[in-house]
C-alpha cells in the first residue's frame, strides 16, 4: 500500500507520495475529440491534464474545459481523470494507493460519497476524505486549533479540537473574487485584460511587467503602478473574510484559538497575512506554513500514511518469513528498540 496525498484544488492540483516532493499541476482537463485525420498511429488522446490541457484550449476551437471545483462544487468526472493522471505521474497507480484528499467544508454528503466510492472503484485505491484545511494542520502536527485556507475558489475554516471535527465553513470568497475586482480596475486604468496567471506574477514579482499593443501603441504594466489599487482591494477582501471566521470563532474557548493558522495561495500574496494579523491582534497570532499552496497535500499525505498503517495492522507481526533479507531487517530494529 503506498500513501499519497492529494489536493486537488479549483487553480492546481497538488500531490505527493513521499510527503515532501510535491508535483503541481494546473487543474484542468480537456476531453479530446475525434479529429479528421491521425499523424501518427495512437497519437489521438481521449484526454489531456494540466499543461497539455491548457495549450490544446488555447489553439483548438470548440473544445471544452473542465475544472473538478466550481465555486466549490465538484465536477466528478475531470476530478478523476487528474488524480488518475496524479497517481500514474508519481508511479503509484498500481501499487494499491491509500489517497488522502480533501474538499470543500461545506461539500454536500452525496459529494463526498460519489467521490470516495469513484476513486475507490476507478483506481483501485482506498480513499481518507478530509475537509481542505485538515491538510495544513496535519502537515504543522497541530491537532488543536483553526485554520482558514484561501484558495483560489472557496476560502475555507475549520475548527478542530484533539483531530475531532468541531465546526467549519466554506465561502465563496477565494483569489477568484480579488482578481475579478482587481481585472477590472487594470482593464479601467490601462485598457487591457490580464489572466489570473499574469495578475499573480505581476503580484509576486516587483520586476514583472506584462506590455501588449494596442491600437498601434505600446501599452505596458508594472507592479508599481498597480500595487495601490491592489492594496485598497485586497484589505477590503480581508475584511470580509476575516469577520466571517471571527463569526465563526466567536464563543470558541481561547485555548482551541490559541492556534491559527493562515493557508493556501492567497495567504502568499503580499500583504495578505500582515491583513490577517492586523484584524486578529486581539485574537492571537496567525501561524503560516512555510509553502502554503503546498501545505494541504503534505498533510494529507501524513494522514494517508496513518490510515495505511491502520489498514495494514498485521505488518509487524509479520516478518517471521523465510527469506533472509527480512531476518536481516528485523535484527536491524531490534538495537534501536534499546536505545
Ligand atoms: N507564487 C505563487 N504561485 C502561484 N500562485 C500563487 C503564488 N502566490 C500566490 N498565489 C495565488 O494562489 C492561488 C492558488 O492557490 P491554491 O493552490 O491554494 O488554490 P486552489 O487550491 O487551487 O483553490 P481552492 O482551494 O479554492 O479549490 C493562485 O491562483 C494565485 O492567486
Ligand atoms: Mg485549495
Redesign the pocket.
Known sequence: MKPVGL?I????T?TTADGKDVLLFP?VVVFGEEKDWSLLKKSQKDVYIGEEALDIVQNMENVEMLRP?HEGRLMHKSYLELARYALSSLNVLESQPVIGTGLPVKSSRQEREELTRSLENELNARVLLLP?PVGTLAHLGIETGVCI?I????TDVVVISHMEYLKGDTMLM??DRL?DNFEVTIRNKAGISLT?EEM?NLL?NEQYEIGRIRGGKRISVTHDNIIDDYNSLMVSWVERISNRAKMLMEGLSTTIVDKIVLT???S??PGVYEEFQRRFEDVGKILVPEDP?RANAKGYYVLAKLYADELEPKKESKPVEKSEGKKEEKKEEKPKKKK
Open positions: 489536493d484544488g479549483t487553480n492546481y497538488k487543474s471545483l481542505q485556507d484558495g483560489f475558489g472557496t477565494g483569489v482578481y489570473p499573480t509576486t493556501g495561495g492567497g502568499a500574496l499552496i
